[in-house]
C-alpha cells in the first residue's frame, strides 16, 4: 500500500461557462492524488433564484463509471453527487472535470453573484 502523498484532494467549482437559452453550466473539477472507489460531493448554492436542473459527467473523468447517484433537493439549494466504482476501476490518480451542473434561470432573473460551495448533506 502506497503511503498517501500529503496532498489535499480538491474539488474546485469553475465560474459559469456558458450561459444559452435560460441555462447556466457550472464545471466541477477534481484533483485527487490517490486512486479512489467513491465520491460523495455535497453542494449548496446561495440563492432561489435559480434552480438546479441536472447534472452531467458526459466528457469527464467519471464518465465510465456506472454507478452515479445524486439528488436535487430545489428547495434547499442543496444536490448530493455520488459516484461509486463497483465493477469499474477505481477512479485514477489525477485532475480534471467531474460533473456539469445545469442550472435554469428565468426570465427577468437579475444579474447576481450566486455562491456555490460543499455542504453537509444528511444521510438518506
Known sequence: MIPDPGTLDTVRVNDVCAIAGGKAVVEVHLFNDEEMCAIQL?????TDAVTL????????RVDYVENKPGQIDT????????IVTITEDPIPVGQGLIARLYFNIP??????TIIIDSTFYPPA
Open 107 to 112: 426570465a427577468g432573473t437579475p444579474d447576481q
Open 75 to 82: 428547495v434547499n439549494h442543496r444536490v448530493n453527487i455520488g
Open 53 to 60: 436542473d441536472s447534472v452531467s459527467f458526459v466528457g469527464g
Open 42 to 46: 455535497p453542494l449548496k448554492w446561495s
